[in-house]
């Protein structure tokens, strides 16, 4: 099990715990930087979601003030 770098809950992360199938992230959306946390690179799905709908507001608010 992997452990959420953002908030500690312990989930399945494919790419570092191992696995045959692609990890739940490579659904997300592409290029979207995460902050990071001493070295560790995972967030589980309900932070990287949050993280997504955070960084969605962030660039519509952006489009907006141009």
Same mark, same amino acid.
């Given at each position: 099990?992997?452990?959420?770098?953002?908030?500690?809950?312990?989930?399945?992360? @494919?790419? %570092?715990?191992?696995?045959?199938?692609? &990890?739940?992230?490579?659904?997300?959306? !592409?290029? *979207?930087?995460?902050? =990071?946390? @001493?070295? %560790?690179?995972?967030?589980?799905?309900? &932070?990287?979601?949050?993280?997504?709908? !955070?960084? *969605?507001?962030?660039? =519509?608010?952006?489009? %907006?003030?141009?």
């Amino acid at each position: 099990m992997s452990m959420c770098a953002r908030c500690g809950i312990e989930f399945h992360c @494919a790419v %570092a715990d191992g696995g045959d199938a692609p &990890c739940w992230c490579m659904t997300a959306p !592409a290029g *979207l930087p995460l902050p =990071d946390s @001493a070295g %560790a690179t995972c967030w589980c799905p309900a &932070c990287l979601k949050e993280r997504i709908a !955070a960084n *969605l507001v962030k660039t =519509d608010n952006d489009r %907006a003030h141009d």
